[in-house]
T-cell receptor, first 110, second 114 residues
Framework: EAGVAQSPRYKIIEKRQSVAFWCNPISGHATLYWYQQILGQGPKLLIQ????????DSQLPKDRFSAERLKGVDSTLKIQPAKLEDSAVYLCASSLERKYFGPGTRLTVT | AQTVTQSQPEMSVQEAETVTLSCTYDTSENNYYLFWYKQPPSRQMILVIRQEAYKQQNATENRFSVNFQKAAKSFSLKISDSQLGDTAMYFCAFFLVGTYKYIFGTGTRLKVLA
């Protein structure tokens, strides 16, 4: 079974620039999650979609972060403008009964 | 609010030995799941084991088993016959049924020594 795909795997940008991450969940998985994992910490949920509707975005910094899931399949997470503290790995996951994680995108903001 | 605590930031174990990682959680709810996830240096999170709160029997997956103490709100992971490939960060996670919310602990870095 194909896993959760994410791109790019690595991204380096300067502060105040914009960046976008892409996630392709496992086929048929209705629930999609974006997590932010800062080095040395556990993943923190940013946003959760059920099909193309938002279930929980309470921890998403909405002044700079946005996410969408068109047609209930792929999702993009955007940061505009980026700050130094946004440096982290951004994990996408999808689930039916169990959750599968993608490989993550490591973002470095300089 | 639910919380998950992993009190051991780092642990090491000799190859072939057994190690136990601890996890405690706090909730007033009854219908939840608990998970252990493994995150190797490649950073892809992998589900190791899952325990439904309504089940009294401890979950087991090959060399991985849990000690689920519901009253004490404790959920430890035992790794038997440790292998070098077990070296990773291990995260304990709590899932409240019906809310879609997962809460992760801060992780335990496990190093298996040859």
């Amino acid at each position: 079974e194909a896993g959760v795909a994410q791109s790019p795997r690595y991204k380096i940008i300067e502060k105040r620039q914009s960046v976008a991450f892409w996630c392709n969940p496992i086929s048929g998985h209705a629930t999609l999650y974006w997590y932010q994992q800062i080095l040395g910490q556990g993943p923190k949920l940013l946003i959760q979609f059920q099909n193309n509707g938002v279930v929980d975005d309470s921890q998403l910094p909405k002044d700079r972060f946005s996410a969408e899931r068109l047609k209930g399949v792929d999702s993009t997470l955007k940061i505009q403008p980026a700050k130094l503290e946004d440096s982290a790995v951004y994990l996408c996951a999808s689930s039916l009964e169990r959750k599968y994680f993608g490989p993550g995108t490591r973002l470095t903001v300089t | 609010a639910q919380t998950v605590t992993q009190s051991q930031p780092e642990m090491s174990v000799q190859e072939a030995e057994t190690v136990t990682l601890s996890c405690t959680y706090d909730t007033s709810e009854n219908n939840y799941y608990l998970f252990w996830y493994k995150q190797p240096p490649s950073r892809q999170m992998i589900l190791v084991i899952r325990q439904e709160a309504y089940k009294q029997q401890n979950a087991t997956e090959n060399r991985f088993s849990v000690n689920f103490q519901k009253a004490a709100k404790s959920f430890s992971l035992k790794i038997s016959d440790s292998q070098l490939g077990d070296t990773a960060m291990y995260f304990c996670a709590f899932f409240l049924v019906g809310t879609y919310k997962y809460i992760f602990g801060t992780g335990t870095r496990l190093k298996v020594l040859a």
